[in-house]
């Protein structure tokens, strides 16, 4: 077929389309015309690092995918709001930018509190929510049409819960903001850690408007605890309890989580976050996928903060494209929905990895990591080094392979 063959057939096609859609008394579709998706996160508040994160690395691949031809010809444009990291706001995000911008698929939220506020309304109008950052469990449960690229927090409590046995504690003392998300990573830790025969001997909690620890610090010091576990919300909130803990003469071990692992919340701690351990995801070194986005990231925005999270909404987007290609239709939820739930992803986070039943991420673990020195901290190890995956550890442990062991020698 020669190129004059050819343009007059594209010509008579789109002549065909054209007399259809006026036969059907239906607009005639802009080829032209972006597809507009929605995206909702916590730019403001406690979340705000993470949040900002989120929007930052989901626009750069956006633009990426823009640059090299859009989507079947079409741009991607993304429209964002202010989740603010809690769900009164997440709904009225979640109102603007269904009720005036007409989205069908939305990006988010970046705190689980607010995936909780707004998921049963968007299951109620069969809106997509797919989430990079929400960990909070009972997000499972949500609806057919809540997906997420973020590990489960009963899968960080687990694996926390057998590191904290593994690594000889026997009494916890823990300090939570008081927050859905805060909230599950304690409690699924904390019953971990009893599973396995510890002692829970001193809990506290505290509102995110706090911002000084010292005497909640010191009621669970009284109670000799063998370590700290530190569930927080905010990155700001983390650092300074670390630092506060160690300001007040407390030398045992510290535990975190990924937000205590964010740069911000290391800088803060400085010194004092030395040696603290943490089950966070950590992209894979030896992925070239996950390390061309982080200096892409770098090399865009000028830093790298917590890397995990730059992957997963970096995929979140790419994922995103894959889907409205099959669907040609960003209010077309329901496709989109089914495309989700067929799809098998390779990219940043890792290889070949899917969503089951209840949009829970499929083929990702979490990580053991432990915090460097500050001499030792660089742009590119983040701050900390991988011990090994949370299985590896269980399994290298002779206290979780073999409790009895632990039975007889502490009678």
């Not at 992925?287 to 000028?302: G, P």
Request: aromatic share 8%; hydrophobic share 40%.
């Amino acid at each position: 077929m020669n190129k004059l063959t050819l343009s007059i057939l594209t010509t008579i096609l789109t002549l065909a389309a054209l007399t259809a859609a006026c036969d059907s008394g239906e607009p005639a579709p802009d080829p032209a015309e972006p597809f507009r998706i929605g995206v909702m996160e916590s730019v403001t508040g406690p979340g705000e690092t993470y949040g900002t994160v989120a929007v930052q690395a989901k626009q750069m691949a956006a633009d990426e995918i823009n640059a090299a031809g859009g989507i079947e010809g079409r741009n991607l444009e993304l429209v964002v709001e202010d989740s603010k990291c809690n769900a009164q706001d997440a709904i009225t995000a979640y109102r603007k930018l269904t009720d005036v911008d007409s989205m069908k698929i939305i990006l988010g939220t970046s705190c689980s509190g607010a995936m909780l506020g707004v998921a049963p309304v968007a299951e109620e109008d069969g809106t997509i929510l797919f989430s990079g950052s929400a960990s909070n469990s009972d997000i499972a449960n949500a609806g057919d049409y809540i997906f997420r690229t973020q590990i489960n927090d009963i899968e960080v409590g687990i694996g926390t819960g057998n590191v904290l046995w593994g690594d000889g504690i026997r009494a916890l003392a823990t300090i939570t903001e008081e927050t859905d998300y805060a909230e599950g990573v304690r409690r699924n830790t904390v019953a971990q850690f009893e599973k396995n025969g510890g002692k829970l001997v001193a809990a506290e909690r505290y509102g995110s408007d706090i911002t000084d620890f010292r005497t909640q610090l010191t009621k669970l010091f009284a109670a000799n605890p063998d370590a700290l576990h530190v569930s927080p919300q905010s990155e700001f909130a983390a650092g300074t309890i670390v630092k506060q803990a160690r300001e007040l003469g407390y030398q045992g071990p510290i535990y975190g989580e990924t937000v205590s692992m964010g740069a911000t919340s290391l800088e803060l701690a400085g010194d004092a976050a030395t040696g603290m351990r943490a089950i966070t995801a950590a992209l894979d070194p030896d992925n070239q996928k996950a390390q061309e986005v982080l200096a892409n990231f770098r090399e865009r925005y000028n830093y790298i903060a917590l890397p995990w999270f730059i992957g997963s909404h970096y995929d979140d987007i790419y994922i995103a494209a894959e889907c409205l290609k099959k669907t040609g239709d960003d209010q077309d939820a329901d496709g989109f929905r089914d495309c989700l739930y067929e799809i098998t992803w390779s990219g940043a986070l890792g290889d070949n990895y899917n969503f089951d039943d209840k949009g829970e991420v499929v083929g990702l673990a979490r990580s053991v990591v432990e915090v460097l020195p500050p001499a030792e901290r660089t742009d590119d190890n983040y701050g900390y080094k991988v011990l090994g995956l949370t299985s590896d550890w269980a399994a290298a442990s002779p206290w979780l392979k073999c409790p009895i062991l632990y039975n007889n020698l502490s009678q």
